[in-house]
């Protein structure tokens, strides 16, 4: 079951990198939730659990469950169908499935799900990538779970996925003459759009997604909508150089007005910004930064070009998201519902971020030479 493995081989930069994530997410939920052991016990549950699968995925060997591409992204799409249909609603959006114990968020196996899959696919049709068939078979399969995400609605997830896409689409050899072509047509498409949500006549937004764009676009004309994301920016600026400290009980503190909501979840880098200040914020970012770079290194020593897809795909997808979000908390992207990796409350998240590291590990040990 096991290859000759190197314990030389094994990331455990990487890894290191991801345990001091995990650690800061917990003290900051632990701070955001004013101790609320519940939220607390249950991200560290996730973590225990997460890192037994890290461990286990680490040493069975990746092109095992490269194997098992299909099923594993069947799965995931049966998981999205569902949650369509019997998911659990909130906040105008059905993206949970209710689980004993916990609520299980399926765009979020399906970022790993998808990954496996799409480096298996490409790998396979590796000499037909510039094929106009093979690009739309390419856009059907990875677009299906696409569209299901979009239906639930979780807009900003899906520009996650696409980005995810498009990256691994790219180191896989694809012409330039399709690069060129895709942003000769995005671009445009793009201009277009942000025209036409200026003048609020985008029909495929729900209203609240337009509003949240409006108002990032027009702050003042929009005030209701932009308050959060003033409130998270206030937040991080009161912090200063070193934090008003975790677990404080100050009065200047916007996270104890309660004027951040969502603070353990989608707005947690505010609360980041406000109680470890400046320098706490340069740490998570540089955290993530390597992170990133040790995906992409670890792609470059890759066995194979399912192995180097896998790295690459995992490191864009982390990469991207934690940017979109701490964007968003500095007001830089529209609102969105986007979480930090290994860092916001949530069970789901966590787990299926430890499971794709836990593959990108043993990708790590079982590099060239």
């Known amino acids: 079951m ?53 461990v286990i995925l680490s040493v069975i060997p990746y092109r095992r469950v490269m194997e098992k591409a299909i099923p594993i992204y069947g799965f995931c799409l049966i998981l999205l169908a569902a949650v369509l249909v019997v998911g659990h609603s909130a906040k105008g959006a059905s993206r949970w499935l209710k689980l004993p114990g916990m609520n299980l968020q399926p765009s979020e ?114 005030a209701d909508a932009s308050q959060q994301q003033k409130n998270s920016i206030m937040a991080i600026g009161s912090g200063l150089l070193a934090g008003k400290g975790l677990n404080n009980n100050t009065l200047t503190s916007v996270k104890n007005g309660n004027f951040i909501a969502e603070d353990q979840t989608d707005f947690i880098f505010a609360v980041i910004g406000e109680e470890l200040g400046f320098i706490g914020c340069v740490v998570v970012i540089s955290l993530f930064a390597l992170i990133v770079f040790e995906c992409f290194h670890l792609a470059g020593k890759a066995r194979d070009l399912q192995g180097k897809l896998v790295c690459v795909g995992y490191g864009m997808m982390l990469g991207f998201q934690s940017f979109a979000n701490i964007s968003v908390a500095t007001g830089i992207f529209p609102n969105t519902g986007l979480t930090l ?29």
Not at 341 to 369: A, D, E, K, T
């Open 2 to 54: 096991f290859d000759n493995y190197k314990l030389r081989n094994y990331d455990f930069r990487l890894l290191f990198y991801v345990l001091a994530l995990n650690t800061i997410g917990i003290l900051i939920i632990s701070s955001a939730t004013n101790g609320n052991m519940s939220y607390v016990s249950k991200q560290l549950l996730g973590m225990m659990l997460g890192m037994g699968a890290m």
């Open 109 to 222: 196996l399906a970022k790993i799900g998808m990954i496996i899959f799409l480096a298996w696919l490409l790998d396979k049709y590796q000499d037909n990538i510039d094929d106009f068939l093979f690009l739309v078979m390419f856009a059907v399969l990875a677009g299906s779970g696409l569209l299901l995400v979009v239906l639930e609605p979780d807009l900003s997830t899906t520009i996650v996925f696409v980005v995810m896409v498009l990256s691994m689409l790219f180191v896989a050899g694809i012409s330039y003459k399709w690069v060129i072509g895709a942003i000769a047509v995005v671009v445009p498409l793009g201009v277009a759009f942000i025209f036409l949500i200026s003048k609020n006549v985008v029909p495929f937004l729900r209203g609240y997604q337009a509003n949240r764009i409006l108002a990032w676009i027009n702050p003042g004309k929009y």
């Open 341 to 369: 990796p290994f860092i916001s409350y949530g069970l789901s998240s966590l787990i299926c971020m430890y499971l794709g590291l836990g593959i990108v590990l043993n990708i790590g040990l079982s590099r060239r030479q």
